[in-house]
């Protein structure tokens, strides 16, 4: 399968004490696997030009093919992401007159006549190289640096303004690379297994299809009540969870009704029961 | 403030593919934050032995007091942790047998009368000098592993489990650093001045009051409707979240206060507005 590598970071003193659930890298996360790419790494860093810098050297040094960062664009104090990403790259932060125009027509969209005064001129002061992004529904640009192996996109964290650019402009490009992606998903609940139980036969289906052409795994749901379980070997209550992927329509199908035959027929003779079967 | 560096790694394929919200890393750095720890950084990792090993070393090298690793430690073939873990340390793994018999005392608790095979025992493996913890809720125990500057704790990934040891075992060494802590939190909601306008002021209280005695953050809620703001410099409505924390109950209040006059100035100088002044 064609397929590319991405880390997401995100950028966020909030996402650090519970005060927000990161809902960002779940969102960037669903959309980038759907189109058949992969999600190496997530990582939560602190509003701090060094922690954001380090944390950019070190994804680098991973060489993924995207680095997706989010957060940390706006005009307050704590917005330190690109100071950050520049200092990781060692590249100067320059006023961009591409990214100063976005900046005015967003202004002028939003019907907000501000002054264009030095906090406001800092969301188009972009690290030297890099390419402004338009944002259709917020302010502060977005950015993408393109480096040897890693193509670096700097998203604001604000969901709205996030999720409206990377739909807008950087999904399209992943799309491109794995041209046509086809999943089939499904989550069956079984009673009378438990993870153990199923776990040699898991191990042997994962073994014996190609890496990353399958998703497959088991997640305790509790105990069942003894009325439940009465006439199986276990109490436990599981949810399966199979994915089937690749640029194969028809392959990815059979691949996903082959392995749910060996899950039904296995569970079966270990006398437990799939309470939810596809159909 | 007597303080403690805490980092937080979840395992799990699932957290990187858009299919589970990570509820466990908010959970954890919710409750480190509330005893007076700070999150440095979450980081998330795929079932993969190469992937835990290397941002171990890593999250290692960066020396927090604290390394909590949730997920990966049950019977089946992805649940990876402790290999992950003890290549990453170079530590062997070996059948413990306090851990074997926290093992069996727990399929015992859950009348689960199963032979201990091999995939089973596999839970007890773990890595040499390092010390099981009671898992009062499933089925594999936790780890602690005490390196010189880390002490590296291993939970399980279901969260009922995660978070019962935790608390049973982790929670109060860290309440024990700290000491007496205390909090005063509140959110603002403005509206009528933007982040921009704002932001010279927010800056102003961040540089003068002690580093992390305070959590001060804006968040952009979208424009107000025309009826709302008619009267405004700005159709910004904003949230802004003031977190006064410490060890002296009088001070975290005091400042709290403090910071809240200045805020309520500052906004009704921009002729802003606060919809709902704390009471």
Redesign the interface.
Known sequence: MREFATEISCVG???????T???N???L??????VGG?????????DDVD?IS??VR?SIA?KPDWLIISGGL?????DKTLQGVARGLRLELELDNMALDMLKKSYSR???D?EL?E??LKMAKIPVGSTPINNPV?SAPSILIETDETKIVCLPG?P?EMEAIFLESILPEMKKIVGDFHIVEYSYETIGV???M???T??EI?DSNPQDSI?L????L??ARISEHISHN??QKLRI?L?SKGNDRVLVQKRFDTISKILFEEISRLKGEIVNPKR
Do not use: C, F, Q
């Not at 003193?13 to 005060?19: R, T």
């Not at 996360?29 to 759907?34: G, M």
């Not at 706006?74 to 704590?78: H, I, Q, R, S, V």
């Not at 795994?217 to 305790?220: G, S, V, Y």
């Open positions: 003193n909030e996402l650090l004490s519970g005060i659930i990161n809902m890298a779940y969102w996360s669903k959309k980038i696997t759907e992969s999600v190496k790494r997530i990582t939560v860093i602190r922690e380090l944390a070190e991973r706006g005009p307050t104090y704590d939003l019907s907000m501000y005064n906090i406001r917020g604000v709205k438990s993870e153990a199923l776990a040699p898991l191990s994962v998703y795994k088991t997640h305790p509790g105990v276990s109490a969870h994915i």
